[in-house]
Nanobody, 124 residues
Framework: VQLQACGGGLVQTGGSLRLSCADS????????MGWFRQAPGKEREFVAT????????YYADSVKGRFTISRDNAKNTMYLQMNSLKPEDTAVYYC??????????????????WGQGTEVTVSS
C-alpha cells in the first residue's frame, strides 16, 4: 500500500484548494480513509474521515462547513475540497487509510497507512 497526497500550495485567505490522495497497491476500496494535519510546533490533528462507501463522513469542528471529504473508489482516490481557507488552516496535510476497517474514525491510531504529506499555506 502506498498513499500519495498532492494538491497543496500557497493560497490567500478565502481561497480554495483540492487535495488528492491516491492509494496504489490495493485492488479494493473496502477501508475507511481520513485526513489529518500538523501545523508547525503543534501535534497532528484530525481533519476529516470517510467510510469505505463514502456514505458516512465526519469533520473536525474547525473545518465543518468549509471542507468536504469525498472518494472515488473506481480510482482508489480520496479528496479534500477546502474552501474559505484561513491562515489557521496552514499545515502539512496527511492522508491515511485503515488496514481493513470500513468505518470512519477520528482516532489517529485507527489508521495503518499514511501518505507523505502535502503542505498548505494560507496567507493573510
Amino acid at each position: 500500500v502506498q498513499l500519495q497526497a498532492c494538491g497543496g500550495g500557497l493560497v490567500q485567505t478565502g481561497g480554495s484548494l483540492r487535495l488528492s490522495c491516491a492509494d496504489s497497491g490495493r485492488t479494493s476500496s473496502n477501508y475507511a480513509m481520513g485526513w489529518f494535519r500538523q501545523a508547525p510546533g503543534k501535534e497532528r490533528e484530525f481533519v476529516a474521515t470517510i467510510s469505505w462507501s463514502g456514505g458516512t463522513t465526519y469533520y473536525a469542528d474547525s473545518v465543518k462547513g468549509r471542507f468536504t471529504i469525498s472518494r472515488d473508489n473506481a480510482k482508489n482516490t480520496m479528496y479534500l475540497q477546502m474552501n474559505s481557507l484561513k491562515p489557521e488552516d496552514t499545515a502539512v496535510y496527511y492522508c491515511a487509510a485503515a488496514a481493513t476497517s470500513l468505518l470512519p474514525s477520528r482516532r489517529y491510531n485507527a489508521y495503518k497507512y499514511w501518505g507523505q504529506g502535502t503542505e498548505v499555506t494560507v496567507s493573510s
